[in-house]
């Protein structure tokens, strides 16, 4: 069971918060079988149709012709297509999908430009976000730099000093793996109880790629690094903002921390750090530093302007936790969520998301009942450490208004909070690593909507 530390004192994560009867709901779905449910949920929903049929039968509206749809051919089924989509140098989705985009927040921290957008969490499929769906988080706007003049240096606590061009870089053993990215701010403004609509607004400070780049550890040594006497790297960015994070060794050593620059099969966009960026599996994305270009070696943390005076928790006795990296167990649904319809009562998927920074998801549990009752969700594979793990859900919906809910934990036996529970120990004046439970409320007309319980 995983310890927190806060403020000098130890809060402990609770194990488990299944009730009685949510632990016997779970046992006799499982016993049941999904099969079975499915067949019992199609039933319930024939039945509960059934009514509306019967008053349509008795007052008939003709059909004349039947669905033009299905009857007659459209121009696509009788005519010469376009040709190869190379023509326009870039694939682009369909412009019947063109209203999937990042969004931007008016709202947030501003400078001359918008600083933050979401990625529609609400309109992804399984746990990979497109490269240009991917949410972005800028300190000083972002640049399309020269690979061909970019450098990172290699400093510090090292025998020599090593400049490397991104050719050199690019030459070295490479690894590629999936990770997901999440700010530390992400679902901050639920702190003050203010319900943004929609999960895009909420969640949608993190992404999930496959980067591709070269084990950190890798040039530390062809530095001769002292792995003994040195603790922390300072990674430095080429940004306006110099940028600068402390990082452990402890997780540079174990090899999971790269300088990437691939992503999704390709390079890095300019957005997301071209030509380089630090990958730190696990941590908030503040630390995966952009278009890196220094790495220094030390032998304690360098507490920069953005460790001293961003990206702290502050506590309900005033102090501040420093250095609360690490992105704990979360999930999220994603469908469905705020700023959706149902469009009649019956059957749907409930799918969503969940990632823990500490390993793997181990399990998902779901409420369509406001937390009274669980049952365990299908975890879908691939299910990888540290990166977004898709759930889903049968569920038959009878019309009546209720609340959903997921509840994640991963293989250190962390369990996702209520925001009660998180409250208790971090109090209400927070922004950052917000992991609570979120609450979505199907109204009768089948709207949903963000809500928040305790």
């Known amino acids: 069971m995983h310890e927190a530390q806060s403020s000098g004192r130890v809060h402990k994560a609770p194990e488990s918060f299944l009730t009685p009867m949510g632990i016997q709901t779970v046992m006799e779905e499982a016993k049941k079988g999904r099969r079975n449910f499915l067949r019992s949920a199609f039933a319930a929903a024939s039945a509960a149709t059934l009514a509306p049929v019967a008053h349509a039968q008795s007052n008939p509206v003709p059909q004349e012709g039947g669905d033009p749809n299905i009857l007659n051919l459209p121009a696509h089924s009788k005519g010469l297509g376009q040709s190869v989509a190379s023509d326009e140098g870039y694939g682009k989705p369909s412009r019947y999908e063109s209203n999937v985009q990042r969004r931007q927040s008016p709202g947030l921290t501003q400078t001359t430009q918008a600083s933050v957008s979401f990625a529609p969490l609400q309109s992804l499929f399984g746990i990979v976000t497109p490269s240009g769906l991917h949410f972005e988080r800028h300190h000083q706007g972002w640049w399309d730099i020269d690979p061909s003049k970019h450098r990172l240096m290699i400093n510090g606590m090292v025998k020599s000093a090593k400049v490397f061009t991104l050719d050199e870089i690019m030459r070295l053993p490479s690894v590629s793996r999936f990770h997901f990215i999440e700010c530390g701010a992400n679902t901050a403004v639920d702190w003050g109880n203010v319900a943004v609509p929609t999960v895009q607004y909420t969640h949608g400070m993190i992404s999930c790629s496959e980067f591709t780049g070269v084990p950190l550890i890798t040039l530390l040594e062809m530095a001769g690094a002292d792995l003994k006497a040195g603790k922390f790297v300072l990674a430095e960015g080429a940004d306006g903002s110099s940028m600068t994070r402390t990082i452990p ?85 994603t469908t469905p969520s705020g700023g959706q319809v149902l469009l009649d009562r019956g059957f749907y998927n409930i799918t969503g998301l969940a990632w823990s920074g500490r390993g793997k998801v181990k399990r998902v549990d779901i409420s369509v009942d406001g937390g009274r009752n669980w049952r365990t969700a299908r975890l879908e594979s691939p299910v ?53 439970i979120q609450s979505w409320l199907v109204q009768e007309s089948g709207e949903v909507k963000n809500v928040q319980i305790s």
């Open 249 to 333: 060794m402890e997780l540079i050593k174990s090899g999971e921390v790269f300088v990437a620059y691939g992503q999704n099969g390709e390079m890095l966009r300019p957005e997301q750090g071209y030509p380089l960026r630090l990958i730190v599996p696990g941590v908030q994305g503040v630390s995966w530093v952009k278009y890196l270009r220094r790495i220094e070696l030390g032998d304690m943390p360098y507490a920069t302007k953005d460790e001293a005076i961003h990206y702290m928790d502050l506590q309900p006795n005033g102090l501040h936790r420093q250095y609360t990296s690490i992105q704990e167990c979360k999930s999220v649904i």
């Open 384 to 436: 990888l450490t540290k990166a977004l793990t898709r759930f889903n859900l049968d569920w038959v919906w009878d019309g009546k208004p209720t609340i959903l809910q997921s509840r994640a934990m991963d293989d250190t036996g962390f369990v996702q909070p209520t925001y009660k529970q998180l409250r208790d120990v971090r109090g209400t004046r927070s922004i950052y690593h917000n992991n609570a």
